[in-house]
């Protein structure tokens, strides 16, 4: 397997599983959001308020593509939403890689967001919002999933655990 690729809704630890399983690895970390921010200069809140979701999914898309293709095996943090383009999905599971998706409960979620302000999608009612974003994305996720892990109730380290099994 070349690569590990971590999928699932906003606010359920994918870079903080990804960093630390990248060092139990000793494969290099790429988190979607941290290139996509470097390349840009900017924020993702920033992409979504100047250009558009749709230019952040373009940019989300040519990174997971970049990603993929790298030869070197890599622990890939995917955004959220990449799932929502067909094209993801048809990459994701032709590739080479481990697709694990990290799942959590909504109401977990929505605990889990309301600490952090720098998501662009939930402005307004971050709890609606995220239920049915989670209604969208949980079949598109499990159709990617080669694995799926439940982080509710459990560690980073347990979570982590459970991916590298």
Partial sequence: MSHLVL???MGVGKTTV???ASNRLGHPLIDSDVVIEERTGRTVREIFETDGEP???ALETEMLLEALASPEPSVIVAAGGVVLDPANRRALSA???RVVWLVAEPMTLAERVERGGHRPLL???PAATLQRMWDERQPLYR???DAVVS???RSPQEVVEAVLR
């Fill in 7 to 9: 999928v699932g809704m």
């Fill in 18 to 20: 990804g960093r630390i």
């Fill in 55 to 57: 230019a952040f999914r």
């Fill in 143 to 145: 159709e990617v999933a």
């Fill in 123 to 125: 402005d307004g009612d």
């Fill in 151 to 153: 982080v509710d109730n």
């Fill in 95 to 97: 590739a080479d890689a």
